[in-house]
């Protein structure tokens, strides 16, 4: 029978970005240099970690040249952000094997929105509505009509759940090494927020566009 608190102990070791050099390189070493994608190292990897770019640049992790330069990729824009390599891990039941999927830590606003970061854009989201009601006098209040109109509820209830995708990463990680925006919303991250909402296809964002569009230009008038 395996031990279970052993392997509580090497997840917890994954997920210190201070202390997994050793144990992020023997599993990027297994599944893109050796190629393996089953067994131990990945039984006792957690589903989701981060490791510092520094760690992965430099070594001969990759054999194949679309996983070299995807790696390039991930290790240089975690840099120019001050982040981490982000890495997920996925499981096929039916064929017993393992894949991981990479990118990068914090999500900014600006960066391109997709099914599997949509829960750090929608926290953000979070952020910036409840900065509305709290500031109405900046942008509008988002939040002013959630009593008498169901549907604008419903779209706030919405979002709020999307951001709840983050809570179990929000548990081991601090919120600065997951996300990154400005609290004060200065009218230049408002511009990347709006772009966003524009340029993805997620739930709720067209609406949410249009409403936010609304609700500024009705406090523009005002």
């Given at each position: 029978?395996?031990?279970?608190?052993?392997?509580?102990?090497?997840?917890?070791?994954?997920?210190?970005?201070?202390?997994?050099?050793?144990?992020?390189?023997?599993?990027?070493?297994?599944?893109?240099?050796?190629?393996?994608?089953?067994?131990?190292?990945?039984?006792?990897?957690?589903?989701?970690?981060?490791?510092?770019?520094?760690?992965?640049?430099?070594?001969?992790?990759?054999?194949?040249?679309?996983?070299?330069?995807?790696?390039?990729?991930?290790?240089?824009?975690?840099?120019?952000?001050?982040?981490?390599?982000?890495?997920?891990?996925?499981?096929?039941?039916?064929?017993?094997?393992?894949?991981?999927?990479?990118?990068?830590?914090?999500?900014?606003?600006?960066?391109?929105?997709?099914?599997?970061?949509?829960?750090?854009?929608?926290?953000?989201?979070?952020?910036?509505?409840?900065?509305?009601?709290?500031?109405?006098?900046?942008?509008?209040?988002l939040t002013a009509e959630i009593e008498?109109?169901?549907?604008?509820?419903?779209?706030?209830?919405?979002?709020?759940?999307?951001?709840?995708r983050l809570d179990t990463a929000l548990?081991?990680?601090?919120?600065?090494?997951?996300?990154?925006?400005?609290?004060?919303?200065?009218?230049?991250?408002?511009?990347?927020?709006?772009?966003?909402?524009?340029?993805?296809?997620?739930?709720?964002?067209?609406?949410?566009?249009?409403?936010?569009?609304?609700?500024?230009?009705?406090?523009?008038?005002?």
């Amino acid at each position: 029978m395996p031990n279970s608190n052993a392997g509580d102990v090497a997840k917890q070791n994954c997920y210190d970005v201070e202390k997994n050099a050793g144990v992020a390189l023997k599993i990027f070493t297994a599944y893109f240099r050796e190629h393996n994608h089953s067994g131990k190292v990945y039984d006792d990897m957690p589903d989701f970690f981060l490791v510092k770019p520094g760690v992965l640049e430099g070594k001969e992790l990759a054999t194949k040249k679309s996983e070299k330069l995807l790696l390039e990729d991930c290790i240089q824009r975690a840099k120019a952000r001050n982040g981490y390599v982000s890495v997920s891990k996925f499981r096929n039941p039916k064929l017993g094997y393992y894949w991981l999927e990479l990118s990068v830590m914090p999500f900014m606003m600006g960066d391109a929105v997709s099914k599997d970061n949509k829960g750090e854009f929608f926290y953000i989201l979070t952020k910036f509505i409840e900065f509305t009601k709290q500031n109405p006098k900046t942008y509008g209040d988002l939040t002013a009509e959630i009593e008498s109109d169901k549907d604008n509820a419903l779209m706030l209830d919405g979002i709020s759940k999307m951001a709840h995708r983050l809570d179990t990463a929000l548990k081991i990680y601090p919120e600065k090494m997951l996300v990154s925006f400005n609290p004060k919303w200065p009218v230049a991250e408002v511009q990347k927020l709006l772009h966003s909402l524009k340029e993805n296809d997620q739930d709720w964002c067209e609406v949410f566009f249009e409403y936010l569009i609304y609700v500024m230009g009705k406090k523009a008038k005002s």
